[in-house]
């Protein structure tokens, strides 16, 4: 059945593809639409409690389990996604640095080019001015401040400023299916549609249906519990992350999340309604992960920012028949600096010059020994670092005021401490340390790399 509908469509895509249209360019009906779902400081574990998006982005898909955000911050990470560079070279390098962005390398830009027709809806950067359209994009509606993330937000929709105040993610979820529905119209037209909630992101508030909704119990994990931080730095040993406080963030962080699992049923329903001829990359995913008090560490602004898993690790799922394996899991490092690459290349879009990525296409084979990942100290009390991180380690340099001096340094056996709970150098006693100068060499050379000299 599904070879017959397959040479069916070849036969019809041949016929398509060699009848020039007005005179110069030829129809390439292969090209694929491109759904790509963003969340909000969503951590990784939380995936499991979204039972629609593990059905069809994990079941469906292919589940990364080693996916990183390398720079655990949100705009820093977006600009990340959007270009497919480290923020060293993207310049993006905190959320005030918005219009550092080169909006020429983006992969917004390159798929409109490309005869996409392209449309956000929901959050694009933070302190982009709400007057001002986002680049490449020929619909929006997007929000600006972010204490009104869930209601009454101010948004831009198509140009005009207005307040909306509707909940946020039911908001998106309407104007994702009214696109979905309006592209039904322009069939022979690929697009690509980024959803982009304020959920999970703080102050979490639920829709009324969800926030009484019973959240699973809560089963600490040692990172929460690690007693002994003297092998910490000071920054982390400062902190202090009550119980309750974590509790009650992780509690509404996943109520919040029960409404981006409704929206992500409800467009994929649309998707199967509408019968387009092509068929979509899917692509979830959030911007950064999110502490909830391990290592001491939780509250506004030291949440994301610090280098441990939780708060670099991010879900990520990609889903497109005959392409990513359903149901499959990927443990490859692989990062957000992947997906605009991986989005280029199904779209078969020869970018040309201005798009210059770190990361790779994730339709290919790679083999990535470890990952770069970077922050420059901006609000909070999390000081610059870099770190590399493999499957086996990480090691992490806190710097001076200059960003080039380490003052203080980490190094965990990921496989015997995958809780990263005991810095192997974190006592005075220099003799037992693991050897770190090839590490330290390489993160030097890693902080200046640029596109294929990247990890
Ligand atoms: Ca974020
Ligand atoms: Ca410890
Ligand atoms: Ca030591």
């Known amino acids: 059945m599904a070879k017959r509908a397959a040479i069916l469509l070849a036969t019809l895509l041949l016929a398509l593809t060699t009848v020039p249209v007005g005179g110069a360019q030829t129809i390439n009906d292969e090209r694929p639409n491109v759904l790509l779902i963003i969340t909000d400081d969503q951590r990784e574990s939380t995936l499991k409690n979204m039972p629609i998006t593990r059905y069809w982005m994990k079941e469906g898909g292919t589940l990364f389990a080693r996916a990183f955000a390398t720079t655990p911050l949100c705009c820093p990470s977006r600009a990340s996604i959007f270009t497919g560079r ?92 009214d696109f979905l529905k309006s592209s039904e119209k322009a069939d022979e037209q690929p697009w690509f549609l980024l959803v982009s909630t304020a959920a999970p992101h703080g102050p979490a508030i639920a829709e009324p249906s969800h926030a009484g909704a019973p959240v699973p119990e809560w089963t600490t994990n040692p990172a929460i519990d690690e007693e002994d931080r003297t092998d910490k730095p000071p920054f982390v040993q400062e902190q202090s992350a009550p119980l309750w406080r974590s509790r009650s963030a992780r509690r509404s962080q996943l109520r919040t999340l029960l409404s ?154 990921l496989k015997q401490d995958p809780w990263q709970l005991e810095n192997l150098l974190g006592d005075p006693d220099p003799l037992n340390d693991p050897a770190t100068s090839e590490a330290a060499r390489q993160l030097d050379l890693d902080r200046r790399c640029s596109g294929s000299s990247c990890p």
């Open 86 to 177: 480290y923020a060293h070279n993207h310049l993006v390098r905190n959320n005030s640095a918005t219009s550092e962005l080169d909006q020429s390398t983006t992969v917004q830009r390159h798929l409109h080019r490309a005869g996409y027709r392209t449309a956000i809806f929901g959050k694009y950067l933070n302190g982009w001015p709400i007057d001002r359209p986002p680049p490449h994009f020929d619909e929006w509606a997007t929000f600006g401040a972010s204490r009104s993330h869930y209601y009454d937000g101010e948004w831009n929709v198509n140009g005009s400023v207005r307040t909306v105040h509707r909940y946020s993610t039911s908001y998106i979820k309407r104007r994702a299916v």
């Open 260 to 413: 981006v699992d409704d929206l992500v049923g409800r467009v994929f329903r649309k998707l199967k309604a509408i019968d387009d001829k092509r068929n979509t990359l899917v692509i979830y995913m959030s911007d950064n992960g999110y502490l909830w008090g391990e290592h001491g560490l939780s509250g506004p602004g030291i949440s994301k920012r610090p280098p441990y898993s939780e708060s670099v690790a991010i879900p990520l799922l990609m889903r497109w028949p005959d392409h990513f394996s359903a149901g499959r899991v990927d443990t490859g490092l692989v990062a957000n600096i992947d997906i605009a690459p991986t989005i280029l290349q199904a779209a078969q879009v020869v970018p040309g010059p201005r798009f210059r990525p770190d990361g790779r296409s994730l339709l290919e084979k790679r083999a990535r020994d470890r990952l770069l990942l970077e922050y420059w100290v901006d609000i909070g009390r999390t000081p610059t670092w870099a770190s590399l991180r493999t499957k086996t380690y990480q090691y992490i340099e806190y710097y001076a005021e200059d960003g080039l001096t380490p003052v203080f340094k980490e190094y965990y056996d």
